[in-house]
């Protein structure tokens, strides 16, 4: 695909997009904070001074910036003042120690992360939104629709917070938590680059997961950022009425168009795709499904994560048995495909993506 025809991808696609918000104060980059000191009548330095603060030390108010002015510093706190998340609830796995924890936003909204320790190090799956519009039929997180999208600082507080709530040091990040990332795109380019800055946490972009229902023209505008993440492609199902019946997003863009922008990525990046597979019973988890999963991604370089699904009372999916995901798995395996299932973390909290936040809203909701 040439330059030419990506760009119109991009621009012509019937996706509308959600209204431009300017980055706050922690979202800035270096040289934005260098233009902003310049506005206030400070020096350019000053900026660097301000970055350390917000993102090495990850100090929670401008008092403790102790070599700015005085000045600068009320003057900061009248025009861009800071704002930390507020844990409203935490659950703990007492099986593997998985935490869920459900955070208060500035404006009262609430959104969820969860905190997995693993052998290789510790990994946050994040919220990119409050709520999703995407609507996906098994999923929680869409029930109540979009209320909004994450700043970028929204996104790097779960990880800020959970440091200094753990003690421990995150080494890994899932952008797969409430909401669609490539719906809040500019937002997750800013989150991507500046935690990986290494003036912050410098965590390594390869250990950084992002992931998607499927919006192709972000797709193609992704292959273009010069990120080295990882794209994980929601699929769920390995012909379109299928998906059509399980994901909106399919009424849009069908699973070549959808194939052909995943080819386009991994030629342009050289990143290895992973296509996430949810396995609901007697929807999409036969034999046939797995043969026919096997031949579209043949001669993609690519992994498939099995996940088995997490029932959602409202919705109408159920779980596959343990002896028909293992079939699954074998089936592609015998085609070539690299798959593994899902380790499942913290089964005995509400671990399915929204759950949490759903029972707090209805308790809300309740005493209202």
């Known amino acids: 695909m040439t330059e030419q025809q990506v760009e119109k991808n991009s621009r012509g696609a019937a996706w509308k997009e959600l209204p431009a918000v300017a980055p706050d104060i922690r979202s800035m980059y270096l040289p934005e904070l260098k233009q902003l000191m310049e506005e206030m009548g400070d020096k350019p330095f000053r900026a660097k001074q301000l970055f350390g603060w917000l993102h090495e030390k990850r100090v929670e108010s401008y008092d403790e910036m102790t070599n700015l002015p005085a000045g600068l510093r009320g003057k900061l706190q009248e025009q861009y003042p800071l704002h930390t998340l507020r844990v409203v609830d935490m659950q703990e796995s007492r099986l593997d120690g998985t935490r869920k924890y459900l955070f208060a936003l500035h404006d009262g909204n609430v959104i969820e992360s969860v905190w997995m320790k693993y052998r290789h190090g510790n990994s946050v799956c994040i919220s990119s939104q409050v709520g999703c519009r995407m609507g996906c039929r098994f999923c929680a997180s869409t029930l109540g629709g979009l209320v909004r999208s994450l700043q970028a600082s929204e996104m790097l507080e779960q990880i800020y917070r959970i440091q200094q709530l753990t003690g421990e040091r995150v080494s890994n990040i899932v952008v797969m938590g409430t909401g669609e ?169 509400d671990g399915a993506c929204g759950q949490l936040r759903k029972s707090y809203l209805d308790n809300q909701e309740k005493h209202t």
């Not at 030629?267 to 396995?279: D, I, M, N, S, V």
């Not at 034999?287 to 043949?298: F, M, V």
């Open 181 to 349: 990332p490539m719906d809040n795109y500019d937002n997750i380019l800013r989150f991507v680059r500046l935690v990986s800055m290494p003036e912050g946490l410098g965590i390594s972009q390869r250990n950084i997961t992002v992931s998607t229902c499927g919006i192709v023209p972000r797709i193609y505008d992704l292959a273009e950022a010069d990120l080295a993440i990882t794209l994980a492609i929601s699929l769920h199902a390995p012909e379109d009425e299928k998906r059509r019946e399980m994901m909106p997003i399919a009424d849009r863009y069908s699973i070549s168009e959808l194939l052909d922008a995943c080819r386009y990525y991994f030629k342009k990046t050289g990143r290895r795709l992973t296509f996430e597979y949810a396995l609901a019973a007697d929807a999409n988890d036969a034999e046939s499904d797995a043969l026919r999963l096997a031949g579209l991604l043949k001669g993609l370089n690519c992994h498939v994560n099995l996940i088995p699904i997490n029932p959602v009372k409202e919705r109408k999916y159920g779980r596959s048995g343990k002896k028909v995901v293992l079939n699954f798995q074998n089936k592609l395996e015998k085609c070539g495909i690299n798959v593994t299932i899902r380790r499942e973390m913290g089964s005995d909290i």
